[in-house]
């Protein structure tokens, strides 16, 4: 079967210091992955380990400098460098901060309604689906003419989930979408998205430095490893694991206690990072 999205081969960098600089920071190597129809594939790896260069390039944001990004078969960008507005609409993204990611401007209505006017839609018809579009996230559509920036970090995720689904796309980029959430946010939000998998049957590129968010989230596992995701078999299970895995589960789960103690309260804060909720529900 062909894949959704695949990577073959692919080289990227950055340059450093500066416009005229020739000194270039390579972030990927030899970087292939695959994602299949609906499949839910998670990408770990540290911070800076090249995950949202990796990101950019799937939705032909950036060119790769050299290697091939084919979705459904077909090379992602043309000759000239453009994505073909039909596969635009597939593959679409959410970020980590939906602050950063929306107009603080726009109504939550005008957020979710941006990728659907190019379809011209009469307005009540309009209103109709970004309405069902919320209820799918579980907004209420009174909410719709609120300015998105009133809405709290959750309820603007939700809002930034429905403007990702409005397309109807067949591979949704999530690209530490949950990080910055409060954990109890995090844990409906992941909930929503196993749900809105599948009923819609989207396909998910889930990238994270975070491990315990792909616990039962995930049908597979890729670890960036030395510029290149390798793929695990089971991320939390026995035997030999990539270095960069070691350490990403080293940070969550807690070395062995030197004395009694009480476990429970050292187990919930050893190693991991302090969470700044952006606002509570
Ligand atoms: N636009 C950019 N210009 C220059 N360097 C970049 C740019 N984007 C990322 N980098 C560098 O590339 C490396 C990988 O970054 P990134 O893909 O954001 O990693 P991750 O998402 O895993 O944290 C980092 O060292 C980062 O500083
Ligand atoms: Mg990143």
């Given at each position: 079967m062909t894949p959704l999205l695949e990577l073959r081969g692919v080289h990227h960098g950055y340059r450093q210091g500066g416009l005229f600089s020739r000194r270039r920071q390579p972030v990927l190597e030899e970087a292939g992955l695959t994602i299949g129809p609906g499949e839910c594939v998670a990408l770990l790896g540290p911070t800076g380990s090249g995950k949202s260069t990796l990101g950019r390039l799937m939705l032909g944001l950036e060119a790769p400098e050299a290697g091939r990004i084919l979705f459904e078969g077909q090379?992602?960008?043309?000759?000239?460098?453009r994505v073909a507005p039909a596969t635009r609409r597939a593959i679409q993204a959410v970020f980590q901060d939906p602050f950063g990611a929306?107009?603080?401007?726009?109504s939550a209505f005008a957020v979710v309604a941006e990728p659907l006017l190019?379809?011209?839609?009469p307005a009540a018809e309009l209103r109709a689906r970004v309405a069902g579009l919320m209820l799918r996230v579980g907004?209420?559509?009174?909410?719709?003419?609120?300015?998105?920036?009133?809405?709290s970090g959750g309820q603007l995720q939700r809002l930034c989930i429905a403007r990702a689904l409005a397309p109807g796309p067949r591979l949704v980029l999530l690209d530490e979408a949950v990080n910055s959430l409060d954990l109890e946010t995090q844990g409906r939000i992941l909930a929503l998205l196993a749900d809105l998998r599948r009923q819609a049957g989207v396909a998910y590129l889930f990238i994270t430095h975070?491990?315990?968010?792909?616990r039962g989230f995930a049908d597979r596992c890729y670890v960036m490893q030395e510029r290149r995701p390798v793929e695990v078999a089971?991320?939390?299970?026995p035997g030999p694991q990539p270095p960069a895995l070691a350490a990403l589960r080293a940070a969550i789960l807690p070395a062995r206690p030197r004395s009694r103690g009480p476990l429970a309260h050292e187990t919930l804060t050893t190693g991991a990072a302090p969470r700044q909720p952006i606002q509570q529900f």
């Open positions: 090379p992602l960008r043309d000759a000239r460098g929306t107009s603080p401007r726009l190019a379809e011209r839609l907004l209420e559509p009174g909410l719709m003419d609120r300015l998105a920036h009133r809405l975070d491990l315990r968010l792909v089971d991320p939390f299970g």
